[in-house]
């Protein structure tokens, strides 16, 4: 029986995982969304200045680092998300053993 509660507690502390980040994909898309408009205004502004490389280079980098910055997100929900399915599959065995044992149980009493 602990083993189901720790399989129970671990699924909710997942569970909760997940809706976090969740939450981070969309402030980090939020966020990198008014980053990118902020570049791109500055540099269409600076466009005939001679720093105006700066802010395209600025531009660029940040959309690597978007990129980078994403696929690291999904990796990890990914992870979370495997890691949930694995529990499940653990619960569903040990709730299958649990009612063989019981069913044993019931007929030794008998």
Known sequence: MYQ???LDKRLETIAQELKRNEQRFEDYAELSNLAAQLLTEAATTFRSSPDSHLFE???EEGRYLERKTQASLEQSHEELLGEQRRLYQEEEALTRQLK???GKERANEY
């Open 100 to 102: 063989l044992v019981k």
């Open 4 to 6: 189901k509660e720790r």
């Open 57 to 59: 280079g600025a531009l």
